[in-house]
């Protein structure tokens, strides 16, 4: 009988440690554990290959490269998680406290500053500088990525915390057939012919244009505040304006959205903040109604409206869809001039929102000592020969190298088409700057994000005019900045 006892308890426990993950090192075997969620699409393979209306793109190349990964370095394991936490904060945080997230885990890049002194994360510029063993010439991790874009997801105390694997393609897919119709015979170039464009729509009795998010206010802002860059882009010189370089702006008045909007003179005459405001609103006048609650994307497979604004993943999806009957295409945001604006500067890159899916090494791997291997699996994944099949075949996204060889997905060709010649500008001829060079809803915090964009539906629903929000914003920012001051006890003697 204690025979059977014994092993009756023997099979529990191991049941027990079998069920929460057992001895995760496997004996001599170091396992990975991966969430392998992302900004476009996730990595987690689909239940089969085959293609089908409910599985239209099937997917393991993270499963097939993990395999092969684990080929060439026998003393690991890549576990991918079957679900992801998709950069939920109220999920991860409480993991990241208690070291028990997985050991990479993917979260949106706007968490680094957030995070700076936590010890969530491991630190990668010294990696980042040591060569990559599965590149051809074995050269410094980091030159696998445009130099620019690489800095901008710099942290503000100079590292580099995530490793992003992707392009994310952002653009605007039209009707052709209503663009036509309406007398619209060439694609617009610059906001100016845009708008005229929407007007054309909107009197030819077509709905013309809307949104999910608010993707071409991010372009306009760069490029009204572009000439900040040399002034503002002090503290952490990578094309990018933080947060911290934000409210140093603020404080020394080089960025000063309330400017006549506090205090007894509310004229706003020289605001250019206010100026942005108007200038974003310009489009949204031709909206639809009530256009928050509109379902874009299900009204441009209808043949209902000319215009939406598209991500990668949005185009996947919408390019697959039977039901559309018309000819369509895919066009950049067109660029803020002086024709609208006397703050027209230089614009951004176009076609790619920068680069995106930041995956994290934890703090878990630090407790485990995987994160040697973590760093050599990412290296592994961002080899241009092997980042080609795990972005391309997932059909969202812009790989972070594509050459010739690159099997991307048409409809994403114009617009990387567009990028590789905006790109060439602003290396060689300074006259583009990187997406969300300027960005400050970006920059200063989500409360001040959901204020922002809350405040240009009302000025959308009627709510508010855009000179009310003006005032109010400038009073929020001034509040946000004493906030970010006293939160991250910024070393103002380097502000000079």
């Known amino acids: 009988m204690k025979k059977i006892y014994s092993i009756v308890t023997l099979l529990l426990v191991t049941l027990f440690l079998v069920a929460c993950g057992g001895d995760e090192t ?10 392998a969620g992302g900004d476009i699409g996730n990595f987690i393979s689909t239940p089969t290959m085959t293609p089908s209306d409910a599985n239209p793109f ?7 490269l993990a395999r092969e990964w684990e ?3 026998k003393g690991y394991k890549i576990q991918i998680n079957k679900t992801t936490a998709s950069g939920d904060r109220s999920i991860l945080v409480p993991q990241l406290n208690n070291k ?8 949106n890049g706007t968490v680094v500053n957030m995070d700076l002194g936590k010890g969530y994360y491991v630190a990668l510029n010294e990696y980042l500088d040591k060569p990559n063993p599965y590149v051809e010439g074995n050269l ?3 030159d696998i990525y445009v130099k620019e874009e690489l800095e901008q997801n710099m942290a503000s105390d100079g590292e580099q915390y995530a490793i992003t694997l992707e392009k994310i393609p952002v653009g605007i897919m039209y009707n052709k057939n209503i663009l036509t119709a309406a007398g619209v015979n060439d694609i617009p170039e610059t906001y100016a012919e845009f708008l005229v464009a929407l007007d054309k729509i909107k009197q030819s009795g077509k709905e013309a244009y809307t949104t999910t998010y608010t993707w071409y206010d991010i372009a306009l802002e760069t490029a009204m505040f572009s000439d900040l860059l040399p002034l503002a882009d002090v503290l952490t010189v990578n094309g990018k304006v933080d947060t911290e370089e934000f409210v140093r ?14 205090g007894s003179n509310t004229s706003l005459e020289g605001n250019r903040y206010y100026e942005y405001l108007k200038v974003t609103k310009m489009k949204t006048q031709y909206y639809p109604n009530n256009w928050q609650s509109y379902d874009g994307h299900t009204n441009f497979v209808n043949g209902n409206i000319a215009m939406v604004e598209v991500t990668g993943a949005e185009i996947r999806k919408l390019s697959i869809n039977k039901n559309i009957n018309f000819e369509w295409g895919i066009m950049p945001f067109p660029d803020l001039t002086t024709e609208t604006t006397q703050y027209a500067s230089r614009n951004s890159v176009r076609g790619v929102a920068g680069l995106a899916t930041p995956w994290f090494i934890t703090n878990s791997a630090m407790e485990k000592g995987t994160v040697e291997g973590a760093v050599d699996f990412l290296m592994f994944l961002t080899a241009p020969q092997n980042n080609n099949r795990l972005i391309g075949d997932l059909k969202g996204g812009i790989p972070l190298n594509p050459d010739e060889s690159t099997e991307i997905a048409d409809y994403l060709q114009p617009l990387l088409d567009i990028y590789n010649e905006d790109k060439e500008k602003a290396i060689n001829e300074d006259s583009r700057v990187y997406w969300a060079a300027v960005n400050s809803w970006g920059m200063l915090g989500y409360a001040y994000n959901t204020v922002f964009i809350k405040s240009l539906q009302d000025i959308d629903n009627g709510t508010k005019t855009i000179e009310q929000v003006a005032l109010s914003l400038a009073q929020t920012i001034r509040s946000t900045v004493q ?14």
Do not use: C, H, M
């Open 58 to 64: 099937p997917y393991n190349t993270l499963e097939t």
């Open 71 to 73: 080929a060439l370095n």
């Open 249 to 262: 702006a603020f404080d020394k008045k080089l960025w000063d959205p309330t400017l006549n909007a506090l």
């Open 100 to 107: 028990t997230a997985p050991d990479i885990v993917y979260q």
């Open 26 to 35: 496997n004996g001599d075997v170091k396992t990975i554990v991966i969430d």
């Open 483 to 496: 906030a970010l001051k006293i939160e991250y006890d910024y070393d103002e003697s380097k502000w000079d």
């Open 140 to 142: 410094q991790w980091r």
